[in-house]
Protein backbone atom coordinates (compact mmCIF):
# COMPACT_ATOMS: atom_id res chain seq x y z
CA UNK A 1 0.00 0.00 0.00
CA UNK A 2 1.25 3.65 -0.81
CA UNK A 3 0.55 6.34 1.32
CA UNK A 4 0.16 9.67 -0.06
CA UNK A 5 3.38 11.07 0.66
CA UNK A 6 5.38 7.80 -1.77
CA UNK A 7 5.86 8.55 -5.37
CA UNK A 8 5.83 6.43 -8.22
CA UNK A 9 7.74 3.55 -8.54
CA UNK A 10 11.04 4.57 -10.31
CA UNK A 11 10.39 8.56 -10.18
CA UNK A 12 12.34 10.90 -8.47
CA UNK A 13 11.01 15.07 -8.14
CA UNK A 14 14.85 16.07 -9.45
CA UNK A 15 13.78 14.22 -13.00
CA UNK A 16 15.74 11.26 -12.31
CA UNK A 17 19.03 12.94 -12.28
CA UNK A 18 19.63 13.23 -8.42
CA UNK A 19 18.19 13.82 -5.04
CA UNK A 20 15.62 12.00 -2.34
CA UNK A 21 12.12 11.61 -2.47
CA UNK A 22 9.73 9.21 -0.75
CA UNK A 23 9.89 5.72 -1.79
CA UNK A 24 7.76 2.65 -1.60
CA UNK A 25 9.06 0.10 1.12
CA UNK A 26 9.63 -3.02 -1.46
CA UNK A 27 12.09 -0.35 -3.33
CA UNK A 28 14.58 -0.53 -0.71
CA UNK A 29 14.63 -4.39 -0.39
CA UNK A 30 17.31 -4.41 -3.18
CA UNK A 31 20.05 -1.96 -1.23
CA UNK A 32 19.00 -4.09 1.88
CA UNK A 33 19.73 -7.38 0.39
CA UNK A 34 23.23 -6.12 -0.77
CA UNK A 35 24.55 -4.16 2.02
CA UNK A 36 22.76 -4.96 4.66
CA UNK A 37 21.82 -8.84 4.76
CA UNK A 38 23.67 -10.84 2.73
CA UNK A 39 22.73 -13.57 5.16
CA UNK A 40 19.31 -13.45 3.90
CA UNK A 41 18.25 -15.76 0.24
CA UNK A 42 16.25 -13.37 -1.32
CA UNK A 43 14.15 -10.08 -1.68
CA UNK A 44 11.53 -11.05 0.10
CA UNK A 45 12.99 -11.74 3.25
CA UNK A 46 14.12 -8.18 3.01
CA UNK A 47 11.02 -7.05 4.02
CA UNK A 48 10.60 -5.22 7.55
CA UNK A 49 6.96 -5.86 9.88
CA UNK A 50 7.06 -1.88 9.96
CA UNK A 51 7.43 -1.13 6.77
CA UNK A 52 3.48 -0.44 5.90
CA UNK A 53 2.75 1.08 9.58
CA UNK A 54 0.79 4.56 8.46
CA UNK A 55 3.24 6.89 10.71
CA UNK A 56 6.23 4.87 9.01
CA UNK A 57 8.00 6.58 5.86
CA UNK A 58 11.01 5.17 3.17
CA UNK A 59 13.25 7.71 1.60
CA UNK A 60 15.70 6.90 -1.44
CA UNK A 61 18.13 8.91 -2.89
CA UNK A 62 19.05 8.37 -6.82
CA UNK A 63 21.81 8.91 -9.29
CA UNK A 64 21.03 9.29 -12.67
CA UNK A 65 17.82 7.73 -11.80
CA UNK A 66 19.15 4.48 -10.10
CA UNK A 67 17.91 4.39 -6.42
CA UNK A 68 21.08 4.24 -4.70
CA UNK A 69 20.77 5.11 -0.66
CA UNK A 70 17.37 3.68 1.46
CA UNK A 71 16.42 4.75 4.50
CA UNK A 72 13.13 3.92 6.59
CA UNK A 73 11.86 6.05 9.80
CA UNK A 74 9.41 4.88 11.96
CA UNK A 75 7.36 5.77 15.07
CA UNK A 76 9.67 4.16 18.36
CA UNK A 77 9.69 5.05 21.31
CA UNK A 78 13.05 4.14 23.10
CA UNK A 79 13.21 4.11 27.11
CA UNK A 80 16.77 5.61 26.76
CA UNK A 81 15.45 9.03 26.08
CA UNK A 82 12.77 11.34 27.56
CA UNK A 83 12.06 12.96 24.21
CA UNK A 84 7.97 11.75 23.90
CA UNK A 85 7.90 12.04 20.35
CA UNK A 86 10.53 9.51 18.68
CA UNK A 87 11.21 8.12 15.51
CA UNK A 88 13.61 5.33 14.67
CA UNK A 89 16.03 4.90 11.69
CA UNK A 90 16.44 1.27 10.44
CA UNK A 91 17.59 -0.32 7.44
CA UNK A 92 19.72 2.53 6.37
CA UNK A 93 21.98 1.42 3.24
CA UNK A 94 24.28 3.20 0.06
CA UNK A 95 25.20 1.12 -2.38
CA UNK A 96 29.25 0.64 -2.38
CA UNK A 97 29.43 2.05 -5.31
CA UNK A 98 28.59 5.70 -4.55
CA UNK A 99 29.78 5.68 -1.07
CA UNK A 100 31.03 9.23 -0.44
CA UNK A 101 29.42 10.79 -3.04
CA UNK A 102 27.08 12.33 0.14
CA UNK A 103 23.47 10.15 -1.00
CA UNK A 104 23.22 9.01 2.66
CA UNK A 105 23.18 12.39 3.77
CA UNK A 106 20.68 13.03 1.27
CA UNK A 107 18.31 10.58 2.62
CA UNK A 108 19.17 11.93 6.18
CA UNK A 109 18.69 15.65 4.76
CA UNK A 110 15.31 14.66 3.45
CA UNK A 111 13.98 12.65 6.25
CA UNK A 112 14.88 15.51 9.08
CA UNK A 113 13.13 18.09 6.88
CA UNK A 114 10.05 16.07 7.37
CA UNK A 115 10.80 14.76 10.26
CA UNK A 116 10.80 18.51 11.68
CA UNK A 117 7.53 19.31 10.14
CA UNK A 118 5.99 16.30 12.41
CA UNK A 119 7.69 18.17 15.23
CA UNK A 120 9.64 15.06 15.87
CA UNK A 121 11.57 15.71 19.25
CA UNK A 122 14.48 12.52 18.55
CA UNK A 123 15.66 10.71 16.08
CA UNK A 124 17.48 7.48 16.87
CA UNK A 125 19.21 4.46 15.55
CA UNK A 126 21.28 1.00 15.88
CA UNK A 127 24.15 2.38 13.92
CA UNK A 128 26.92 -0.66 12.70
CA UNK A 129 30.33 0.53 13.39
CA UNK A 130 31.10 1.06 10.27
CA UNK A 131 28.65 3.50 9.83
CA UNK A 132 29.71 5.31 13.03
CA UNK A 133 31.44 7.96 11.32
CA UNK A 134 28.80 8.78 9.01
CA UNK A 135 25.95 9.50 11.80
CA UNK A 136 28.78 11.18 13.50
CA UNK A 137 28.98 13.69 10.18
CA UNK A 138 25.44 14.11 10.26
CA UNK A 139 25.07 14.93 13.51
CA UNK A 140 24.14 12.09 16.19
CA UNK A 141 25.80 11.38 19.65
CA UNK A 142 26.60 7.95 20.46
CA UNK A 143 24.97 6.41 23.60
CA UNK A 144 26.86 3.39 25.50
CA UNK A 145 29.03 0.91 24.44
CA UNK A 146 28.85 -1.80 21.44
CA UNK A 147 26.64 -4.30 21.31
CA UNK A 148 26.66 -7.35 19.41
CA UNK A 149 23.30 -8.02 16.92
CA UNK A 150 23.30 -11.68 15.92
CA UNK A 151 24.73 -12.66 12.09
CA UNK A 152 25.21 -8.88 11.53
CA UNK A 153 27.97 -7.50 13.89
CA UNK A 154 29.01 -4.87 16.44
CA UNK A 155 26.43 -1.63 16.64
CA UNK A 156 26.15 1.53 19.04
CA UNK A 157 22.92 3.08 20.08
CA UNK A 158 23.08 6.64 18.42
CA UNK A 159 20.72 9.76 18.22
CA UNK A 160 20.03 13.34 17.11
CA UNK A 161 17.85 15.60 19.20
CA UNK A 162 15.94 17.79 16.42
CA UNK A 163 14.35 20.99 17.01
CA UNK A 164 10.89 21.60 17.20
Not at 36 to 57: A, P, R, S, V, Y
Not at 118 to 142: Q, S, T
Not at 146 to 164: A, D, N
Request: proline share 2%; charged share 25%.
Amino acid sequence: MMNNRQCVLGNSPFGGLKGASFIQSKQTYPLRLEVLWQHKNNLEECGLDIDEIETTFHVGAFKNGELVSVGTFLVQQNEKFEEKYQYRLRAMATSPKVRGENFGKEVIDFALKELKNKEVELLWCDAREVAIGFYEKMGFNILGDFYEVPMIGKHKLMYKKLEV
